[in-house]
């Protein structure tokens, strides 16, 4: 089964989240299989989602957590700082 995670990652402290398709097998920072967005729960950064790449793979058949439906509904309301992603343009 595939699930949709928040990845740690940052200092201490200091806490900033890659959002991520991941086995739910493998450990919460361990391997992924794509990473679909970034998100500062401080809000100092810009948080980045890639919205076609996440209903891509909820359609595919993974499960979003609670904490990162709960970001993405933010995130489609404009709650959230942030900006659209373009298909050229890729996540760092």
Known sequence: MVNIHLKRIGKSKSPNYRIVVADTRFPRDGRFVDAI?????????ITI??????????????????RVANIL???????????VVKKDETIA
């Open 37 to 45: 967005g970034s998100y500062d729960p401080r809000g100092l950064n």
């Open 49 to 66: 989602i890639d919205v076609a790449k996440y209903d891509a793979w909820v359609k595919k058949g993974a499960r979003p957590t609670p």
């Open 73 to 83: 509904n933010d995130y489609r309301n404009n709650k959230l700082t942030g900006r």
